[in-house]
């Protein structure tokens, strides 16, 4: 289960680089900071006191369940903010998905329309990966060491 902990470790970590370096605008810092570190921090430490709990066992992910978080995760960064210029003027921020495949520059001011449904939906992907990923947590089984030894025998 420490290896566990420490996939785990790893998972968040990369998550909040990729997630702080995606979106590299105040608006999104804010949210990440306010929103997504508490969550993380309470995700680690669940983490890890189940994994200290059950340190002996063996834990047992739901392959299906992860790829959906990493899936609602790539949504997640490319719907969050990527160029917010002129938000202190009340503007919207562009999303990274605009960004990539529309004609919006990475910084600086544009004269594109916003997508609305996809930067909209960066509260709801947002949302959905939240709960994936306490779903996911939840969904881990812990299997004793001695029976997963007993089986490979049979």
């Known amino acids: 289960m420490i290896k566990l902990g420490l996939l785990l470790t790893v998972y968040v970590c990369l ?3 990729a997630l702080f370096i995606s979106s590299f605008t105040i608006n999104a810092w804010i949210i990440y900071g306010l929103i997504l570190l508490p969550f993380y921090g309470a995700t680690l430490l669940w983490g890890w006191v189940f994994a200290l ?3 002996d066992k063996i834990g047992q992910v739901s392959y299906r369940l992860w790829s959906l978080v ?9 719907t969050s903010p990527g160029n917010c210029f002129g938000v202190k003027q009340n503007s919207r921020c562009y999303s990274n998905f605009q960004i990539l495949f529309g004609n919006v520059p ?8 916003h997508w609305y449904l996809v930067e909209d939906a ?8 939240c709960v994936a990923v306490i779903v ?3 969904k881990t089984s812990v299997v004793d060491q001695h029976e997963n030894e007993t089986e490979s025998e049979l």
Request: glycine share 6%.
């Open 15 to 17: 998550s909040i680089v």
């Open 53 to 55: 709990k059950n340190r």
């Open 70 to 78: 990493l899936g609602l995760q790539a949504a997640l960064l490319l």
């Open 106 to 113: 990475r910084t600086g001011s544009s004269k594109q329309p």
């Open 122 to 129: 960066f509260w709801l992907f947002l949302a959905a990966y």
């Open 136 to 138: 996911s947590l939840i």
